[in-house]
């Protein structure tokens, strides 16, 4: 069992950044596939981006490429997402994923609570 706690959302202007954090624990941080995707109210909960266990492979959406960046610190057993030059249409609550295999993009065996980033006009 992996339990998963999403911080750093918040409100923030068109063209700011934010970075999001993840902290897992009840598993082995180091051996997941770890995923950030995102949910706007009346849409389908889209796939932001991956990073494998020892951050060799990084995948992103096509929405976000060359603007967020994910990244994780093993030690820490924490994931990152940095956001920046944000967009109102990236408004959406932001959840944390645990893949133990990375084989299915849209795939994760556990899943964070979510945390609401809100990007103003």
């Known amino acids: 069992q992996v339990q998963l706690v999403e911080s750093g959302g918040g409100l923030v202007q068109a063209g700011g950044s934010l970075r999001l954090s993840c902290a897992a624990s009840?598993?082995?941080?180091?051996?997941?596939?770890m995923k950030w995707f995102r949910q706007a109210p009346g849409k389908e909960r889209e796939f932001v981006a991956a990073i494998s266990g020892s951050s060799g492979t990084i995948d992103y959406g096509e929405s976000v490429k060359g603007r967020f960046t994910i990244s994780r610190e093993n030690v820490k057993n924490t994931v990152y997402l940095q956001m920046n030059s944000l967009k109102p249409e990236d408004t959406a609550v932001y959840y944390c994923?645990?893949?133990?295999?990375?084989?299915?993009?849209?795939?994760?065996?556990?899943w964070g609570q979510g945390t609401q980033v809100t990007v103003s006009s």
């Open positions: 009840g598993g082995t941080f180091s051996t997941y596939h």
């Open positions: 994923a645990a893949d133990r295999y990375g084989i299915v993009r849209n795939y994760a065996n556990y």
